[in-house]
């Protein structure tokens, strides 16, 4: 499978933006998916992840609750809804992919993932 983030861009801190994440190549519905993270200097960190079904979703502590994943089985993409964006969340998000999971299981690390995005650059300035 193919992935293409895109929506990224820069906002003041209080905004919102929504992240996209177009599948191609293979059947979506066969994909958990994922968002992740890199902030520039550190490591990648989990944002959320939705299993093939929608019908389980994970949240990081840090994000939980201002930001809202979902998927579009019919049109191949992810989203990613960010609201009441801070600076600490400027970073470079990333989309992630791994087949041939149970309809329900969704996964927090990243070394789950073999397919992965190019990234879409986030930036909230304060």
């Known amino acids: 499978v193919q992935l293409q983030a895109s929506g990224g861009g820069a906002v003041q801190a209080g905004g919102s933006l929504r992240l996209s994440c177009a599948a191609s190549?293979?059947?979506?519905?066969?994909?958990?998916m994922g968002w992740f993270r890199q902030a520039s200097g550190k490591e990648r960190e989990f944002v959320s992840t939705?299993?093939?079904?929608?019908?389980?979703?994970l949240y990081a502590d840090s994000v939980r609750g201002r930001f809202t994943i979902s998927r579009d089985n019919r049109e191949n993409i992810l989203y990613l809804q960010m609201n009441s964006l801070k600076p600490e969340d400027t970073a470079v998000y990333y989309c992630?992919?791994?087949?041939?999971?149970?309809?329900?299981?969704?996964?927090?690390?990243?070394?789950?993932?073999?397919?992965w995005g190019q990234g879409t650059q986030v930036t909230v300035s304060s």
């Open positions: 939705i299993s093939r079904n929608a019908g389980h979703t």
């Open positions: 992630a992919a791994v087949r041939g999971t149970g309809i329900y299981s969704a996964y927090d690390y990243a070394g789950s993932y073999p397919y």
């Open positions: 190549g293979d059947y979506f519905t066969m994909y958990a």
